[in-house]
């Protein structure tokens, strides 16, 4: 058995401490950490961050951005106001994850650090445009979404720096956004889930579009085709029809007893269309 | 913080050290109780090996079957993924607690009246879940209870009069309530 | 005898008397067990499918903290003997590892020179503690030298197939026909239409929430072994434990069932840990305990299914079958389970042609090993399988001749009983178009056209599946499965003693796992005796002081322990009018039991009650010439056949045009198991068996690599259903009472879990039918469902 340390600290300084060594690892919700079979492989240092009374909670600025603590739950997430009315991708895909005993544990940093494929929240927060707050020992940086997803199982967080929070900025004018999964019917997790962020112009066409897929690709990331062949655009079913069919060109996917990487490119095109039409509808 | 810096820290007496063990005290169903445990040992082993509180069941340990649900300072979470350290200083609510002695809550009742047990392991995660609900939805749809239960196996398939155990609470809370 | 089920008790929905400490978390199962000094055990698995144990070095792990001692299959082969095999099909010839008793032999409780499959014991460590158990499982050194493996049956029998026994040529176990292949042959020939369609039946996992688990007691002082394991046949295990595998007096074995958390077929077997257990205790002088992982479950707790046949179906073109034929090939695994060909061999085959009259049945299997976890029955055993091929067929034939599959059901449904089926089942009652007529009506069948094209405009193809289906229940006619090649018996057996205070004791030997024993046999007790449920207690699940009996499987409760104690108390009731009326001094034939009393004929007035009946019984003061002291019967009640429940199931799904989803969104049955006990009770049965039968049609499947690797170890990667994804079920019952027994009552647990697969195939082949699409096999993916969209079936 190997011999594991448990830190609570209620400091984010402390915590950042403790994170400075070589065999810490922050703890978050836990359910992928704490389950087995990787409970009993468990060594070194666990610092948990739950004590930090910072890192939890959904603010609104005066600008209209709304930032999320790292450490606040999915469930609160999914249930708040602020969230559930500028940022429906990021309500949804919260309140998709998992069960509802996940959702009440487990946390926005905790699904976007964590290097599962499958996590919901890294396509709603890359759509969404999230900037990561992200401590380290020396400096606290910004991380945009779609620099901090760098491959399989990568992230950009350097050792001993923790996502602390993120932004979202203010939707401009007329905007919406959504989110669609099709659930893993063993874990939960996502096949393949695609968040969309659009507004629209006075003339009601396209101004900004952001897609993002999670669980599909090897990891989560931007549509970059789908999103410029639908700027500009009107946006009627038939252009972001022929929008979704650009989606995943360029991507490599993921493949399990449940579904091909065949598939997987396949839904990504299908819920890229649906997730466009509703946030569309929302604008 | 250097490397160095943080070897101290971790090394300093603020450290919990795995062995031979660390203080924790958590009310379990009321009761406060202070041991002595690991820091790998997971929540529901403390609450059924130390504590030999039994209701509390393991049926898979990788977060999926919802046997081993407790109230966490009254949320439901799955106890075989939380380590007992962490709930250092929480109240623990199990199965057992719900109801005090031979009493049944309401939503125990209504399991009873309903069917809704049949072999009866799924049972203790599955009351733990719903009470859960309907401390912050006392009026859940059928959709909502039925997503809710995602996280409660229950092979024997008693599903549906769960489900019809809930309304039956709900739909009793709520004409108390329009009274 | 219909109209003793009228009453208060029988046929209500009594609260369950299990219920309260279930509710409240003081039920006992078998991992909630500490006995002092107790040890804790962890298995050290294969991790190959095929492969030789060169050497097992423990002395690793035996320095462990905590441990101490590590068992290998050398330290116990000379103690304890091979587990047996008690099902070899009669009139064929059958190949197993020889058993030393003569009987067919299944595995070793801990293999010796070969491992055969991922997850066989090969050793076993013994701790202080289960976490320093299971720390010390890597440390137990295994040297494997991998051999070839064959996962699949059909695999395991072509030439050069890695061979597992010696004693089974070609990796057959056996080669089984029933019916006449030349008359069915012939009529194939002959007939208008032809339909043939291979179906692939994956393995399905049983996944009690419960995994299994045995604690093991031995006393050096009285030489007993106390047994404590969640098997659904206390008995059983204790009969083949003492004199098939320990060798020991069975008077010196005790197995106790506690609370056991669901069963489905995978706890009715005798398993390596149960004798294991209590030989360890022994040679380690304190009491062990052994709890099974979840990955522990997946690879070495019995899987079930696993078929693929090739079916041909014969008719006339105006909706008459001729015949029916079916080749089917499936493995037992590694070994048998103690009862392993009885599912592919008896219970399919004898099904195959479900609530049909065919004039020409043919069924055939080949048995064979394969480098897998052993398989055997779970609910809806065997006939899960033969209801999911023979309704594929009927659908298949009914699209070929362009006739409705309602319309090609009613054609051919058995209409006159008792009905020989051909295979050699005799049924004994039904009403199999009542039901089907029932499920139409519920689910509005004359208006699916028009709710397809309500759907489409939704982006969704609507289906609608049918399955109607006939399943063998109350096992059984001891004769009768003696003949099927059982060693053993399966009648039923009570003791119903009534106490001097008129307060009741029903000892049963049948074993509740969570289908409301104690509260069904209560309300025959109190109903037939007229006493009230609370004075009423029974005792089973421990086989000190329970009768010899063959514990729950086979949709047997009911219909043949049930039955028994109706038997028991008639018999207490003829008893007790005996003395009644010699303590009243009126003749026996004077008199008559009517609610819990005994009265006069004509004059109910002059009556004795049931307690003081039973009080004068056991002073004996004043009995009849020749009549026994006490209100006591023991009965053993052995069923003349087995009985057959039927009825209709139809299954709604809307399939997603885009991703192949299918939602299901409608689900009808209606159930006919004669007459019911505690209709609350039989309604969750129905729900459990729906739940249990759309795991395999939607995301069950437990698959192997070509080379035996279990690719499904953990709920990770197997999908069992949720809440969420089913609907409302809508229920009905028609009530057609078996001429069987006194209860009037056919089985129930696992009789309707054959229909939601063949219900839910249908209606999505339905649903893509104008794209060509045929057949899909289980399950129902999303995926496999858009690729069939995209290949038009090809």
Known sequence: MTSLSYYSPDSLTEAITLLGSADARPLAGGYSLLIEPQRSKLGGALVDLRRIGDLVGVTQGQGGEVTIGAMTPLAAIAAASAVQQSYAALAEAAASVGDAQVRNRATLGGNLAQSDAGNDLPAAILALGGLLHVQGAREERIVAASDFFTGPGQTALAAGELITAVTLPAPTGRSGSAYEKMKHPATLYAICGVAASVSLDANGAVEACSVAVTGAAEYPTRLKSVESALTGKTPTGDAIAAAAQGAGEGLSFRSDLFASADYRAHLTRVLTQRALTRALAQA | MSEQAAQALLEGQSALQAVPGVPVTLTVNGQRVSRMVSVDQPLVSFIRDTLNLTGTKVGCETGQCGACLVLLDGVSVKSCAVLTVQANGAAVTTVEGLAQGSDMTPLQAAFWDNHAVQCGFCTPGMLVSMTDLLQHNPNPSEGEIRTWMDGNMCRCGCYQNIVRAVRSVAEKTQSAGGE | ?794
């Open chain 3, 1 to 794: 005898m219909g109209h003793l089920l009228g009453g208060a008790v029988v046929g209500a929905p009594v609260k369950r008397r299990e219920d309260p400490e279930l509710l409240h978390g003081h039920a006992k199962f078998t991992a909630d067990l500490t006995l002092p000094g107790m040890l804790h055990l962890a298995v050290v698995h294969s991790p190959h499918a095929h492969a030789r144990i060169k050497s097992i070095d423990t002395s690793e792990a035996e320095k462990m903290p905590g441990v101490v001692r590590v068992f290998t299959g050398a330290d116990i082969v000379d103690k304890m003997m091979r587990l047996p095999v008690i099902w070899k099909p009669a009139g064929v010839d059958s190949h197993f590892p020889p058993h030393p008793y003569g009987l067919p032999g299944a595995q070793t409780a801990l293999a010796t020179d070969r491992a055969r499959y991922v997850g066989e014991w090969v050793a076993i460590v013994a701790a202080e503690t289960r976490e320093q158990a299971y720390a010390a499982v890597p440390a137990v050194k295994v040297d494997y030298e991998p051999l070839p493996a064959v996962a699949d049956a059909e695999e395991s029998l072509k030439e050069g197939a890695p061979l597992l026994h010696d004693e089974a040529p070609g990796n057959l176990c056996t080669h089984f026909p029933i019916g006449d292949r030349d008359a069915a042959e012939k009529a194939v020939a002959e007939a208008e239409v032809v339909v043939q369609q291979k179906i692939v039946i994956p393995r399905q996992v049983h996944n009690a929430v419960e995994t299994r688990a045995s604690v093991g007691n031995y006393d050096p002082e009285t030489g007993e072994y106390t047994l404590w394991t969640n098997t659904q046949i206390p008995a059983g295990n204790h009969y083949m434990i003492a004199s098939l595998v320990l060798g020991v007096p069975y008077n010196k074995v005790r197995v106790i069932a506690p609370h056991i958390g669901g069963g489905y077929g995978s706890k009715g077997y005798l398993y390596p840990d149960a004798p294991l257990v209590l030989l360890l205790s022994r040679l380690v002088g304190r009491p062990v305990k052994w709890v099974d992982t979840r990955e522990g479950l997946f690879r070495t707790t019995v899987h079930a299914r696993g078929q693929t046949h090739y079916a041909t179906i014969a008719g006339s073109r105006d909706g008459k079958i001729s015949a029916f034929m079916s080749t089917a090939y499936a493995s037992l695994g590694a070994y048998s389970s103690h009862n392993g060909p009885g599912a592919p061999t008896a219970l399919t085959g004898r099904s195959m042609t479900g609530a049909y009259a065919i004039p020409h049945p043919f069924y055939e299997v080949f048995l064979t090993y394969t480098n897998t976890n052993f398989v055997g029955p779970a609910r809806g055993a065997g006939r899960m399988e033969s209801m999911l091929v023979i309704e594929r067929m009927i659908d298949l034939y009914a699209r070929e001749i362009g006739m409705d599959p309602a319309e090609v059901r009613r054609k051919n449904f058995v209409t006159q009983f008792p009905y020989d089926n051909g295979l050699g089942w005799n049924y004994d009652s039904g009403n199999y178009a009542g039901a089907l007529n029932r499920a139409l009506e519920m689910v509005g069948y004359g208006d699916i056209a028009a709710r397809k094209a309500e759907a489409h405009q939704r982006g969704k193809r609507l289906g609608v599946g049918l399955a109607s289906y006939v399943t063998v229940a109350g096992v059984g006619p001891s004769g009768r499965m003696g003949r099927e090649g059982l060693i053993g018996s399966t009648w039923g057996n009570t003791v119903l003693r009534v106490h001097q205070t008129g307060d009741v004791t029903l000892i049963t030997g049948s074993q509740p796992h969570g289908q409301g024993h104690v509260t069904t046999f209560s309300q025959i007790v109190a109903q037939e005796l007229g006493v009230d449920m609370e004075r009423i207690e029974v005792i089973h699940s421990d086989t000190k002081g329970v009768p010899y009996a063959q514990g729950s499987y086979g949709s047997r409760t009911y219909s043949v322990e049930g039955a028994s104690i109706y038997e028991s108390a008639q018999r207490v009731k003829d008893k007790a009018c005996k003395v009644a009326a010699h303590l009243m001094e009126v003749a026996p034939e004077d008199v008559e039991y009517v609610n819990g009393k005994v009265q006069v004929k004509g004059a109910p007035e002059k009556a004795m009650g049931l307690s003081d009946i039973a009080v004068m019984a056991w002073f004996a003061w004043n009995l009849p010439q020749g009549l026994e002291p006490g209100l006591e019967v023991t009965t053993y009640w052995d069923p003349a056949d087995f009985n057959f429940p039927f009825g209709t199931h139809i299954a709604v799904v809307e399939v997603d045009e885009a991703t192949g989803a299918v939602d299901l969104v409608r689900y009808v049955a209606v159930d006919d198991v004669g007459n019911v006990g505690n209709p609350g009770i039989v309604e969750g049965q129905m729900h459990g068996n729906i739940a249990f039968g759309l795991g395999p049609a939607l995301m069950e499947g437990a698959f192997y690599s070509p080379d035996g690797q279990l690719l499904t170890n953990s709920f990770q990667d197997y999908a069992i259903p949720r809440a969420s994804g089913m609907p409302n079920f809508e229920l009905d019952r028609t009530v057609t009472p078996t001429p069987l027994n006194g209860l009037g009552a056919k089985g129930a647990g696992d009789v309707s879990e054959p229909a939601p697969a063949p219900a839910i195939v249908n209606a999505v082949v339905d649903a893509l039918s104008d794209l060509g699409v045929r057949h899909l096999d289980i399950p129902l993916t999303a995926e496999k469902v858009w690729r069939a969209m995209q290949t038009r079936g090809e």
